[in-house]
């Protein structure tokens, strides 16, 4: 599992994770700019910007701090999240944001 953590409106998921992975899902906990990601990401899809196959996965109306990993796609896998600056003002960073719901799961983040 892949997931763009704080993914606005998919600028990072766009111009970059869907280059490197196959899916990836957004987790935003903001309904209008889930919306205005979808709308970005499938005009580069439609556009040809990825290799065939790369997608948006599940778009995820929360926060970080409700997140849980569906288990049928995290099982036996590394469960990668990109952090972008979501977590730079919070107490804890993104290692405490994150605990609570992917402890089950080997987890790695990348954090800007």
């Known amino acids: 599992m892949h997931a763009d953590c704080g993914a606005g409106v998919g600028r990072v998921s766009e111009q970059l994770l869907l280059h490197h992975f196959n899916t990836v899902d957004l987790l935003e906990p903001s309904r209008h700019l889930i919306d205005a990601a979808q709308k970005n990401i499938k005009a580069a899809i439609a556009s040809g910007t990825y290799p065939k196959g790369h997608a948006v996965g599940h778009c995820l109306c929360q926060g970080l701090q409700q997140f849980v990993p569906e ?30 719901g992917c402890q089950h799961h080997p987890v790695h983040t990348v954090t800007l």
């Open 71 to 100: 288990p049928q796609r995290c099982d036996g896998q590394l469960l990668f999240l990109y952090i972008g600056y979501v977590c730079g003002a919070r107490r804890g960073g993104a290692d405490a944001e994150i605990s609570n």
